[in-house]
């Protein structure tokens, strides 16, 4: 089954998974890593609508999710990388703009 999928910057591109009936997200997050040479570990899922998968429900079956047509859009984002810092980004307005 071909499956599509966006990353947020606008780049699409084509996924092929095996076993259209037995194909689990996790397979699908494995053939998206192995095509695109991206990071497995930080992957995560939207569906077309609007779903969000968790860590918890890679173990679904693609079909269960709705991902069962060859065409199915799945949208790409990344969790940030933990680089163990507790650093937090702020920004402040300068000065000049009071």
């Not at 092929?16 to 695109?36: G, M």
């Not at 992957?43 to 609508?49: A, E, F």
């Not at 679904?60 to 990388?81: H, N, Q, W």
Request: charged share 30%; net charge negative.
């Amino acid at each position: 089954m071909m499956v599509a999928v966006e990353i947020m910057t606008g780049s699409l591109f084509h996924v092929n998974v095996e076993d259209k009936d037995n194909a689990r997200i996790v397979d699908l997050k494995r053939a998206i890593a192995a095509q695109q040479k991206l990071p497995f570990d930080r992957m995560i899922l939207l569906l077309g609508d609007g779903r969000c998968i968790s860590d918890d429900e890679e173990d679904l079956t693609m079909a269960e999710c709705g991902v069962d047509d060859d065409g199915s859009r799945v949208y790409l984002f990344f969790k940030p990388i933990d680089d163990g810092s507790s650093r937090d980004f702020i920004f402040t307005w300068p000065e000049a703009f009071f």
